[in-house]
Protein backbone atom coordinates (compact mmCIF):
# COMPACT_ATOMS: atom_id res chain seq x y z
CA UNK A 1 0.00 0.00 0.00
CA UNK A 2 0.85 3.78 -0.86
CA UNK A 3 2.67 5.07 2.32
CA UNK A 4 -0.68 7.93 2.52
CA UNK A 5 -3.09 5.67 1.22
CA UNK A 6 -4.55 4.94 4.68
CA UNK A 7 -5.08 8.70 5.00
CA UNK A 8 -6.34 9.19 0.98
CA UNK A 9 -8.92 6.62 1.73
CA UNK A 10 -10.29 8.05 5.30
CA UNK A 11 -10.49 11.26 3.54
CA UNK A 12 -11.83 9.75 0.11
CA UNK A 13 -14.56 7.80 2.30
CA UNK A 14 -15.64 10.84 4.31
CA UNK A 15 -15.91 12.80 1.65
CA UNK A 16 -17.81 10.28 -0.29
CA UNK A 17 -20.61 10.07 2.71
CA UNK A 18 -21.28 13.74 2.22
CA UNK A 19 -22.10 13.64 -1.36
CA UNK A 20 -19.95 13.57 -4.98
CA UNK A 21 -16.38 13.48 -4.68
CA UNK A 22 -13.79 14.06 -7.74
CA UNK A 23 -10.69 12.53 -7.83
CA UNK A 24 -6.99 13.72 -9.50
CA UNK A 25 -5.28 11.19 -11.03
CA UNK A 26 -2.29 11.01 -13.22
CA UNK A 27 -3.85 8.13 -15.72
CA UNK A 28 -0.34 6.96 -16.75
CA UNK A 29 0.85 5.61 -13.35
CA UNK A 30 1.49 1.59 -13.19
CA UNK A 31 -1.73 0.25 -12.25
CA UNK A 32 -4.07 2.79 -13.49
CA UNK A 33 -6.90 1.08 -15.77
CA UNK A 34 -9.33 3.65 -18.08
CA UNK A 35 -10.87 3.87 -21.30
CA UNK A 36 -7.91 3.95 -23.74
CA UNK A 37 -8.51 7.52 -24.73
CA UNK A 38 -7.71 8.68 -21.43
CA UNK A 39 -4.77 6.82 -20.53
CA UNK A 40 -1.85 9.79 -21.59
CA UNK A 41 -3.56 12.06 -19.32
CA UNK A 42 -1.43 13.55 -17.00
CA UNK A 43 -4.59 15.44 -14.98
CA UNK A 44 -7.45 13.12 -15.43
CA UNK A 45 -10.65 14.11 -13.21
CA UNK A 46 -12.80 11.34 -12.14
CA UNK A 47 -16.39 11.66 -10.25
CA UNK A 48 -17.22 9.74 -7.51
CA UNK A 49 -20.75 9.33 -5.44
CA UNK A 50 -22.86 6.65 -3.97
CA UNK A 51 -25.95 8.77 -5.47
CA UNK A 52 -24.97 7.05 -8.95
CA UNK A 53 -25.77 3.83 -7.04
CA UNK A 54 -22.54 2.11 -8.35
CA UNK A 55 -22.78 -1.64 -7.86
CA UNK A 56 -19.42 -1.78 -7.61
CA UNK A 57 -17.72 1.08 -5.81
CA UNK A 58 -14.73 -0.31 -3.69
CA UNK A 59 -12.30 1.68 -1.64
CA UNK A 60 -9.54 -0.40 -0.27
CA UNK A 61 -6.50 -1.22 0.63
CA UNK A 62 -5.12 -1.21 -2.94
CA UNK A 63 -7.42 2.02 -4.21
CA UNK A 64 -10.63 3.05 -6.40
CA UNK A 65 -12.35 0.64 -8.34
CA UNK A 66 -15.22 1.63 -9.86
CA UNK A 67 -17.44 0.89 -13.09
CA UNK A 68 -18.19 4.51 -14.64
CA UNK A 69 -19.78 6.20 -17.70
CA UNK A 70 -17.55 7.58 -20.50
CA UNK A 71 -19.91 9.11 -23.30
CA UNK A 72 -22.31 6.87 -22.22
CA UNK A 73 -20.26 3.66 -22.39
CA UNK A 74 -19.59 2.15 -18.91
CA UNK A 75 -15.99 1.07 -18.25
CA UNK A 76 -14.66 -0.71 -15.29
CA UNK A 77 -12.23 2.05 -13.54
CA UNK A 78 -9.38 1.04 -11.00
CA UNK A 79 -6.84 3.63 -9.68
CA UNK A 80 -4.22 2.77 -7.07
CA UNK A 81 -3.27 5.34 -4.53
CA UNK A 82 -0.45 5.62 -5.76
CA UNK A 83 -1.85 7.33 -8.63
CA UNK A 84 -4.37 9.48 -7.31
CA UNK A 85 -2.57 13.36 -5.48
CA UNK A 86 -6.06 15.00 -5.46
CA UNK A 87 -9.90 14.49 -3.96
CA UNK A 88 -12.13 17.73 -4.35
CA UNK A 89 -15.59 17.50 -2.55
CA UNK A 90 -18.61 19.07 -4.42
CA UNK A 91 -20.13 19.29 -1.16
CA UNK A 92 -18.32 20.95 1.14
CA UNK A 93 -15.67 23.09 -1.51
CA UNK A 94 -12.78 21.05 0.51
CA UNK A 95 -9.86 20.15 -1.22
CA UNK A 96 -7.09 17.36 -0.61
CA UNK A 97 -3.75 17.49 -2.40
CA UNK A 98 -0.87 15.20 -1.94
CA UNK A 99 2.56 17.02 -3.96
CA UNK A 100 4.40 14.23 -3.74
CA UNK A 101 2.73 11.78 -5.72
CA UNK A 102 1.38 14.79 -8.24
CA UNK A 103 2.90 14.75 -12.06
CA UNK A 104 6.04 16.74 -12.53
CA UNK A 105 4.53 18.46 -15.39
CA UNK A 106 1.61 19.78 -13.23
CA UNK A 107 3.82 20.88 -11.00
CA UNK A 108 5.97 23.10 -13.08
CA UNK A 109 2.56 24.11 -15.48
CA UNK A 110 2.03 25.60 -11.82
CA UNK A 111 4.95 27.30 -10.90
CA UNK A 112 4.96 28.96 -14.11
CA UNK A 113 1.40 29.75 -14.45
CA UNK A 114 2.10 31.31 -10.70
CA UNK A 115 4.89 33.41 -11.79
CA UNK A 116 2.76 34.72 -14.94
CA UNK A 117 0.03 35.63 -13.32
CA UNK A 118 1.94 37.09 -10.47
CA UNK A 119 3.07 40.94 -11.90
CA UNK A 120 6.16 42.25 -10.30
CA UNK A 121 6.17 45.16 -8.85
CA UNK A 122 5.96 48.82 -10.52
CA UNK A 123 6.48 52.07 -8.80
CA UNK A 124 3.17 53.59 -9.07
CA UNK A 125 2.77 56.67 -11.15
CA UNK A 126 0.44 59.55 -9.53
CA UNK A 127 0.08 62.63 -11.65
CA UNK A 128 1.05 65.59 -9.59
CA UNK A 129 -1.70 67.78 -8.00
CA UNK A 130 -1.61 70.54 -10.13
CA UNK A 131 -2.13 68.30 -13.38
CA UNK A 132 -4.88 65.45 -12.02
CA UNK A 133 -8.35 67.10 -12.81
CA UNK A 134 -10.73 68.70 -10.40
CA UNK A 135 -13.91 67.52 -9.62
CA UNK A 136 -16.18 70.63 -8.08
CA UNK A 137 -19.15 69.36 -6.17
CA UNK A 138 -21.76 71.74 -5.48
CA UNK A 139 -25.40 71.57 -3.78
CA UNK A 140 -28.21 71.59 -6.06
CA UNK A 141 -31.66 71.72 -5.16
CA UNK A 142 -34.55 69.62 -6.12
CA UNK A 143 -37.11 71.37 -8.03
CA UNK A 144 -39.64 70.47 -4.88
CA UNK A 145 -37.76 72.16 -2.67
CA UNK A 146 -37.64 75.36 -4.81
CA UNK A 147 -41.16 75.53 -5.00
CA UNK A 148 -41.85 74.88 -1.12
CA UNK A 149 -39.24 77.92 -0.85
CA UNK A 150 -41.19 80.34 -2.87
CA UNK A 151 -44.61 79.48 -0.56
CA UNK A 152 -44.84 81.46 2.22
CA UNK A 153 -43.85 79.12 5.59
CA UNK A 154 -46.45 78.87 8.40
CA UNK A 155 -44.82 78.71 11.98
CA UNK A 156 -47.09 77.02 14.57
CA UNK A 157 -47.99 79.74 17.38
CA UNK A 158 -46.17 77.44 19.56
CA UNK A 159 -42.83 77.80 17.93
CA UNK A 160 -43.18 81.61 17.41
CA UNK A 161 -42.94 82.13 21.29
CA UNK A 162 -39.89 79.81 21.49
CA UNK A 163 -36.35 81.83 21.74
CA UNK A 164 -34.89 83.18 19.11
CA UNK A 165 -31.47 82.20 19.71
CA UNK A 166 -31.41 78.76 18.47
CA UNK A 167 -30.01 78.52 14.78
CA UNK A 168 -32.49 76.94 12.74
CA UNK A 169 -31.83 73.15 11.97
CA UNK A 170 -29.33 72.44 8.90
CA UNK A 171 -31.07 70.94 5.48
CA UNK A 172 -29.88 68.01 4.23
CA UNK A 173 -27.66 68.76 1.07
CA UNK A 174 -28.45 66.68 -2.38
CA UNK A 175 -26.27 66.01 -4.92
CA UNK A 176 -27.41 65.83 -8.56
CA UNK A 177 -26.44 64.58 -11.70
CA UNK A 178 -26.18 67.67 -13.74
CA UNK A 179 -25.43 66.98 -17.38
Known amino acids: MDKKGPEKKARLLAALDKGMVMIHLD????????????????????????????????????????????SGSRFKVAVPWSALFAVTSHVTK??????????????QQTMVTT?????????EQVAPPEERPRAVLREVERQEERQEESREPVTPPAEAEGPKDEPPAPRRGHLRLVK
Not at 94 to 107: G, H, K, R, S, V
Not at 115 to 123: D, G, Q
Open 27 to 70: ARRPGVLVPPSLRNEAHLRLNLSYRFEPPDLAVGEWGVRCTLSF
Open 94 to 107: EFWMYPDDMPAELI
Open 115 to 123: KASVPEPVA
